[in-house]
């Protein structure tokens, strides 16, 4: 008989069901803590994984983001984003030292995260959809009137 | 008969009224505390190092610290918006000091003699089991000002370096 680990079963069960539409994959589940399941023993595992915004207050996904990654040691690894505005990292490719400093970019705009990111993988675990005193909101590229182009179906 | 019944208890009477007056004790052994006055600079060195949501800036950790990068106090501030309130840091101190107030006191006693008695210290130099690995390294800034501040000598110029270098060294 297995172990488990209810604390995250919990917190599976509190990100609630797959969305019909859309099939597990590297598409499913943007804007929630992908490191919740993504462990290796749940789901193939990643290092750090995330979903990227047009806006703070958008649901709008953006693709062709460049995600940049400098962690504790100064080794740099960047990553871009899919249709569905996630990103993620297998740690065969890079499994950062912390502290890691973290930048987002496309088509001229960027956004560098003010802190560094200090042990957790998620971007949704601190990057709720609501800001608030304990969540900086959604991460998002855009802070000022731009529209991108579209180039997802 | 009276009167002199009332004179010959009056020796007892008044001392029983005196202690029924008297202002309450206060405890003499008061622990001893690092200077709120100085900590601002201290949690701002120590902000990106320790009080970022992922880590110390979390309701559910025992060091519980708030700042404008991280957790905030106030329901409408959002990490990331505006500057540290004094609110915050003074929530902050008080989680710092409250980790192990005797130990604490001990070592503010001795004029910050020894820090690494303290698990705030062994835990940021990674000398202890901590999450978040090694934060400060013994001599560096961070680690002078974090120490200075407990031997009741804040060194502000180590603190202000270490504020604005954090996470780029």
């Known amino acids: ?153 | 008969m009276r009167r002199m019944l009332l004179r010959s208890l009056f020796p007892f009477v008044w001392p029983a009224l005196a202690v029924a007056c008297a202002s309450e004790a206060e405890p003499t052994d008061v622990l001893l505390v690092p200077s709120r006055v100085t900590y601002p600079s201290v949690g701002d060195a120590l902000e990106y190092r320790c009080a970022t949501l992922d880590c110390h800036g979390k309701p559910e950790r025992n060091l519980r610290l708030y700042g404008s990068s991280g957790m905030r106090l106030e329901a409408g501030d959002v990490p990331g918006h505006g500057e540290t309130t004094d609110a915050e840091y003074e929530a902050s101190y008080r989680s710092v000091i409250g980790l192990e107030p005797e130990v604490l006191g001990l070592v503010i006693a001795e004029g910050g003699r020894a820090p690494e008695r303290l698990s705030l210290v062994r835990k940021a130099r990674g000398e202890e089991a901590h999450k978040g690995g090694a934060q400060i390294v013994p001599g560096d800034d961070a680690d002078r000002c974090l120490t200075s501040w407990l031997s009741a000598a804040t060194d502000e110029a180590a603190c202000v370096r270490a504020a604005e270098n954090q996470g780029s060294e």
């Open chain 1, 1 to 153: 008989m297995g172990c488990t680990n209810p604390l995250q079963e919990g917190a599976i069960a509190e990100l609630g069901p797959e969305s019909p539409a859309i099939p597990v994959g590297p598409l499913h589940r943007p804007g929630q803590p992908c490191l919740v399941c993504h462990d290796g023993a749940e789901a193939t595992e990643l290092s750090v994984a995330g979903t990227i915004h047009e806006r703070a207050d958008s649901t709008k996904p953006v693709p062709d983001v460049l995600v940049h990654l400098v962690d504790a040691r100064g080794t740099a690894y960047v990553t871009a984003t899919n249709c569905a505005g996630n990103f993620f990292v297998r740690p065969g490719d890079f499994s950062p030292q912390y502290p890691m400093r973290v930048a987002i970019e496309r088509d001229g705009f960027r956004q560098e995260m003010e802190s560094p990111v200090n042990g957790e993988g998620s971007c949704a675990a601190c990057h709720t959809s609501e800001p608030g005193p304990r969540s900086a909101g959604r991460v998002f590229l855009l802070s000022v009137a731009a529209t991108l182009e579209d180039r997802c179906p």
